[in-house]
């Protein structure tokens, strides 16, 4: 069965960094764009970052473009999200998606992210 484990998340202050990490297993992750979407209590899932198949194109909400960076391990079925210069509108709880933005079929159980000094 399709499984997507996220890690990584935890306690940052703002200016700071986390790197986040999602293994996937259960399907051919090299089929797939893979996402990641945060939630913040009280409002709906938010779309994040996005990465081709291959890697080759990656794709981000405005809020975070030049701070965070996608990536992703064809060979090891992960994908990471690091996130730079952290601000407290960061905090979520950030999802790993398997789809594109806005079209998912599987996501993770999530890993908390706050971003308090």
């Known amino acids: 069965q399709v499984q997507l484990v996220e890690s990584g998340g935890g306690l940052a202050q703002p200016g700071g960094s986390l790197r986040l990490s999602c293994a996937a297993s259960g399907f051919t992750f090299s089929l797939y764009t893979m996402s990641w979407a945060r939630r913040v209590p009280g409002k709906g899932l938010e779309w994040v970052s996005g990465?081709?198949?291959?890697?080759?194109?990656?794709w981000y909400i405005d809020s975070v473009k030049g701070r965070f960076t996608i990536a992703r391990d064809n060979d090891k079925n992960m994908v990471y999200l690091q996130m730079n210069s952290l601000k407290p509108e960061d905090t979520a709880l950030y999802y790993c998606a398997r789809g594109p933005r806005g079209d998912y079929d599987y996501w993770g159980q999530g890993t908390q992210v706050t971003v308090s000094s």
């Open positions: 990465i081709w198949k291959d890697g080759t194109d990656t």
